[in-house]
C-alpha cells in the first residue's frame, strides 16, 4: 500500500467518524421534533425533569425544562407571552394575577400534594408518635425560622396554628427545643441524619431524596394541624397550566393531563408526592384551592368611608393617609 492510499484511508475514515458524530448529534438534537417549554418550581425539578423524559418518548416531541422559584417564573409569564407552553408549582397567588390577565388557558390542574411531615432518626429512639411531641422536654429539634424558603419558613406556621388551635404554648415549646437553628430550610435533615437532632419538620418529598432513603423515620402529620394553617397552605399543593398562546398548545394540555392522570401517579410517588388520584388525597382536598390575596388597599378605603360616613373624621383621614403611604395612589 502506497503512502498515497494509506492516507486516503484515514482520511475517509476520518471523514465517516466525523459524519457519524454529526448524524448521532442531529439524531438527539431532533431539529423536526415540536418542542415543548416547561417552567417548574426548582422543589420539584427531579420529579419534572423524570416525567418529561418519559413524556418525550410518548409523544415524540423534545421538552425544553427550566426550574425557578414559581413565583419568579408566573411573574415572568405575565410580561413574555409566547416563550413558554407549561408553568408547574405550588398554588401561589400568581396563578390568580395570570388568569385576571387573561395569560392562563387552561388549568391550573392540581396533581400531587406535598404535606409536611416529621422525620426522626432511624428506628425512631425517642418515641415521636406526632406533633405535639415536638414540644416535650429532651427532644431535640432542628429548624430554620430566618430562612426565605417554604421549607424554612412554613414549619413554623404549622407549629403556630397548632399552637393556636390544638395546643397552647406549642410553639413556644417547639421553638425552645430547637438545637440547629439553620439558614437554609433544604437542610433540615441533616442534623437529623448525623445523630444531633431528633427531628425535623419537612415536606413529604424530601424524603424521598437518595440521600435520605432508608436513614430517617418518616411520621405522618395529622392532617387537621395541615389543614389549620393560614399562612404556607398554599406549599402543598402542586398544580400545572397551559400558558395563553402558547406554541404548543395541544401538547401543552397533555402534559398538563398526564401529570394529573392516574398513569403518572406511580412516577410522582417514587418523588414522594401524594398524586391527586390516591385514596389518601382525599384528605387534603379544602387545600386544592389557589391562594387569592385580599386586596387590603379597597378594603382600608371601604373602612375610611365607613368611618367617615360615622363622622369619625380624624380617623377616617389617618387610615387614608396609612392606605396611600403603603400601598401609593390608587382609585
Known sequence: MTTRMARRIDGAMLCLGVLVIAAMGVAWWAPWKPTLVVWSCGSNYESIADFSRGFEEGHNCRVRYTGAPVQYLLELALQRTGEVD????????????LRQEDK??????????????IITQQGNPKGIAGLEDLGKPGIRVAHSPYAMRPR??????????????????LVERWENNAVDVLKCGRMLHEPVV?????????????????????????????????????????TMPQCAGVVARARQSELARAFVDEL????????????GYVHISAPQAKAFEPLLEVFVPQN????????????????????????????????????
Open 86 to 97: 407549561v408553568i408547574v408549582g405550588r398554588a401561589g397567588p400568581g396563578w390568580e394575577k
Open 296 to 331: 387590603m388597599a379597597a378594603w382600608q378605603v371601604h373602612l375610611g368611608r365607613r368611618l367617615d360616613a360615622d363622622e369619625v373624621h380624624r380617623e377616617a383621614i389617618r387610615r387614608f393617609f396609612c392606605v396611600i403611604n403603603l400601598f401609593g395612589p390608587s382609585q
Open 260 to 271: 394529573a392522570a392516574p398513569s403518572g401517579r406511580a412516577l410522582l410517588e417514587r418523588h
Open 194 to 234: 448525623a445523630g444531633e437532632a431528633d427531628a425535623a419538620v419537612v415536606p413529604l418529598n424530601v424524603t424521598a431524596w437518595p440521600e435520605l432513603r432508608g436513614r430517617v423515620e418518616v411520621i405522618p402529620i395529622d392532617t387537621k394541624y395541615l389543614l389549620a394553617m393560614k399562612q404556607c397552605r398554599a
Open 152 to 169: 424554612g419558613m412554613c414549619p413554623a406556621h404549622l407549629m403556630a396554628a397548632a399552637s393556636e388551635q390544638f395546643h397552647p404554648g
Open 104 to 117: 392562563l388557558a387552561y388549568g391550573p390542574v392540581y396533581f400531587v400534594v406535598d404535606p409536611y411531615v
